[in-house]
């Protein structure tokens, strides 16, 4: 007889890496559901790992002091990953430019010496559990990649660049956001059980989304 916690649900156990999806932010900024295509894939990963930071002050009072209260003073989400195909779309992306303009995998120029603010994307990590039906997606509708790129090109290991996603806020209040996204200004985390499936009737803007 086992004494130990047992697995709940084994369906539910996480194994294996996310799809990391890259497409316009302004063009998908209305959509709170998953909207890119599989084509927007930048590929092959090495690691995929998401990072929810938040910081609070706690209020404390008496003696000895007993914390009275919990504050949130900020919030990030961001997400890490490392892919192994280096195309320029995904270097163009490493740098923080717009992936868009980069269509073949083998033709390009990114030049150096020239960094500017990072465009804005959106970023959709679709992860599908083991059973192959249930999927949990993180929506980042307005992120940006700040991290360095490295390149690290090794004898008999494949190369795999590492970079961050971190979500900027997305609300109606800021230039480039929108009030669909008023309610989670980060993005958000969602679970289908593959039971109804995405519609959308438009990739505009100003369309909506229905199902998970």
């Known amino acids: 007889?086992?004494?130990?916690?047992?697995?709940?649900?084994?369906?539910?156990?996480a194994l294996g890496l996310a799809q990391?999806?890259?497409?316009?932010?302004?063009?998908?900024?209305?959509?709170?559901r998953a909207i890119l295509p599989a084509t927007a894939s930048i590929g092959a990963l090495a690691n995929t790992k998401f990072i929810g930071n938040a910081e609070f002050f706690k209020l404390e009072s008496g003696y000895p002091l007993i914390e009275d209260a919990s504050?949130?003073?900020?919030?990030?989400?961001a997400l890490?990953?490392?892919f192994k195909e280096i195309t320029p779309a995904n270097v163009a992306l490493s740098r923080g430019i717009d992936p868009s303009g980069f269509s073949a995998a083998h033709s390009g120029t990114i030049p150096l010496g020239t960094l500017s603010t990072p465009?804005?994307?959106?970023?959709?990590?679709?992860?599908?559990?083991?059973?192959?039906?249930n999927t949990m997606k993180i929506i980042f509708p307005r992120a940006q990649v700040t991290s360095n790129t490295e390149l690290d090109f090794q004898m008999e290991d494949v190369a795999a660049v590492p970079i961050v996603i971190t979500s900027k806020s997305a609300d109606g209040s800021i230039s480039g956001g929108s009030a669909a996204w008023n309610a989670m200004p980060l993005g958000m985390i969602i679970w289908d059980d593959g039971s109804t499936g995405t519609t959308t009737s438009s990739?505009?803007?100003?369309?909506t989304t229905t199902g998970p």
């Open 203 to 207: 990739t505009t803007s100003t369309t």
């Open 20 to 32: 990391i999806r890259i497409g316009s932010s302004s063009a998908y900024i209305g959509q709170v």
């Open 119 to 133: 465009a804005f994307v959106r970023m959709e990590a679709i992860y599908t559990y083991p059973d192959g039906t």
């Open 1 to 13: 007889m086992r004494t130990g916690p047992v697995t709940k649900n084994t369906t539910t156990v």
């Open 71 to 77: 504050l949130p003073l900020r919030e990030s989400a």
């Open 80 to 82: 890490e990953l490392s």
